[in-house]
């Protein structure tokens, strides 16, 4: 263990080859959260210095060569909805993705789900693998991108580029934590098997991925996220904008937005004429999970947006 930004991590990792790739699955423990939302979390990893449980993240180290390329998924998603992205850029870049706190395969119920908290998670992945640099470009989807966005504001020696998809500063958002509650109370958990997921989550690639992240439990599959956690997890955007952290990124910056999404055009119109060197991208037909609806479009504005 030793000190990272503030924090204590340790690691563990496990490696499998995929086609001539070879994929590493890594957990940095994070050191220092609160009690957590409930007794008997096993995923929380024991306790830390004053009671505290450490945070586990689960990591996937893609490899690759050339400059380090961090992942960021949204709210409730997980790393693997990058794989096919990640495939891309792997021979170009060193591209990592993790679950973030209270998501896939790590800690689910952390006691800390602020902005902040998961800002501190991006410098212990990025410094532990030794991302943090001048060469590093960090990338994030919806929920994701925001937290990309308070990184690179706060911290601009980690990063030299942002990708933001489907991702801005604009709020306050007061009914967000209702709409994301009613949204996962309409989960039919536990869903009877993966093609029953994939139709509620709409099918095709974004079907697929979001299925994906479901974990087998009694009478079927069951979400690898806890309701009360990701409402809490929007509380802060429900309360306040982020425009004051936009105006102090300094490097170059992509927006991506679905030509379907949920990010408005004004927003990013409002983002670009405040930093009037922001690049605007729209991927026609895609969602909000630009990502999965067009892998290779996005990969497109990405690849450009990097040479």
Request: aromatic fraction near 6%; charge should be neutral; glycine fraction near 16%.
């Amino acid at each position: 263990m030793r000190p990272v930004g503030g924090t204590a991590v340790r690691l563990w990792s496990r490696g499998y080859g995929v086609g001539a790739a070879t994929t590493r699955t890594v957990t940095v423990e994070v050191s220092g959260d609160g009690a957590g939302y409930g007794a008997g979390d096993g995923a929380a990893g024991g306790t830390g210095r004053g009671g505290a449980r450490p945070v586990r993240l689960v990591c996937t180290d893609h490899g690759g060569d050339g400059p380090p390329l961090l992942l960021l998924h949204g709210l409730a998603g997980h790393r693997g909805e990058w794989d096919a992205l990640a495939a891309r850029f792997s021979s170009t870049h060193r591209v990592i993705a993790f679950d973030a706190r209270g998501s896939g395969e790590s800690t689910r119920r952390p006691g800390d789900v602020t902005r902040a908290a998961h800002v501190r998670d991006v410098l212990a992945v990025a410094r532990r693998f030794g991302l943090a640099g001048q060469d590093t470009v960090l990338a994030g989807q919806s929920m994701g991108g925001l937290t990309a966005l308070l990184t690179a504001a706060a911290h601009p020696e980690v990063c030299r580029a942002l990708v933001l998809v489907e991702a801005g500063p604009a709020g306050p958002s007061p009914g967000l934590p209702e709409q994301i509650g009613a949204w996962l109370d309409s989960w039919p958990v536990p869903f009877p098997d993966a093609a029953a997921a994939e139709a509620f989550f709409g099918g095709g690639p974004a079907g697929r991925a979001w299925a994906a992240g479901l974990v087998p439990g009694p009478g079927g599959l069951h979400p690898r996220v806890d309701r009360d956690v990701m409402v809490a997890t929007v509380q802060e955007n429900a309360r306040r904008h982020y425009w004051d952290a936009w105006d102090r990124v300094r490097c170059p910056v992509l927006v991506v937005r679905g030509g379907n999404g949920a990010m408005k055009a004004d927003e990013a119109d409002r983002m670009r004429a405040r930093r009037p060197a922001t690049r605007i991208a729209v991927v026609p037909g895609a969602g909000h999970d630009v990502h999965l609806d067009n892998t290779a479009a996005l990969y497109g504005e990405m690849a450009a947006f990097l040479a």
